[in-house]
């Protein structure tokens, strides 16, 4: 069974440049999550998906960061100008149903200079 | 009220010992604790959960034990192993909440050899 499969897994960009995350969750998960995890924060929520539409995103936290899924196989997380604050690994996962338990991928680490 | 506090912030142990990490949370509405394990690299992984229903939950050597009364539960690793070296997180997650988990600081767990 393939997993949730995020690329890049690694970014690196100097800031004010436009970062584009990517993942593909499960087929037949019909829930995607985009977390971020850094030292001080640990893993927070930004946004997570039902059947394509954004539920909740007050966990993004500025105007800079937007996220979309056109489709059930796809999904990005943008951030535009991207800061060195931003650094941290993005992890996307996905769940079959709303009792199901959530399966990561392995994260993007971006970093930011 | 949607913290989940964690505790220790790490731990070692030697091979064989009893690996004990808690949390604690005060939000009543929660209703699934599950633990996730996640080695360097790797995103979270579903280790084991429990609902408020059960006071104890075992699979293999990890065992959760509930406290509803005290709102408190224990992740235990029995015979620990140098294998599971890696950061434990514990989370919660309530109806009122829909899908949105909240999860623990972690706990870097190492085993000695």
């Known amino acids: 069974d393939a997993g949730v499969i995020q690329s890049p897994r690694h970014e690196v960009t100097e800031m004010g440049q436009e970062v584009t995350l990517r993942c593909k969750p499960i087929?037949?998960?019909?829930?995607l999550f985009w977390y971020r995890q850094t030292m001080m924060r640990g893993l927070e929520l930004l946004i997570y998906f039902n059947n394509n539409v954004p539920i909740d995103d007050s966990g993004m936290p500025e105007d800079r960061f937007s996220a979309k899924m056109p489709n059930a196989s796809f999904s990005t997380l943008k951030i535009q100008p991207s800061e060195p604050r931003d650094s941290a690994v993005y992890f996307c996962?996905?769940?079959?149903?709303?009792?199901?338990?959530?399966?990561f991928g392995d994260g993007t680490r971006l970093s930011i200079l | 009220q949607q913290q989940v506090k964690q505790s220790p912030q790490s731990l070692i142990v030697q091979k064989g010992g009893i690996s004990i990490i808690n949390c604690a949370y005060e939000n009543t509405a929660f209703d699934y604790f599950p633990w996730y394990q996640q080695f360097p690299g790797k995103g979270p992984a579903l280790l084991i959960a429990?609902?408020?229903?059960?006071s104890e939950k075992k699979e293999g050597r990890f065992t959760i034990s509930f406290n509803k009364s005290a709102k408190q539960f224990s992740l235990h690793i029995m015979d620990s192993q140098p294998g599971d070296s890696a950061t434990y997180f514990c989370a919660a997650r309530g109806d009122n909440y829909g899908q949105n988990f909240v999860f623990g600081p972690g706990t870097r767990l190492s085993v000695l050899p």
């Open positions: 429990i609902r408020p229903d059960v």
């Open positions: 087929s037949g998960h019909d829930y």
């Open positions: 996962a996905s769940s079959m149903t709303q009792d199901q338990p959530q399966h």
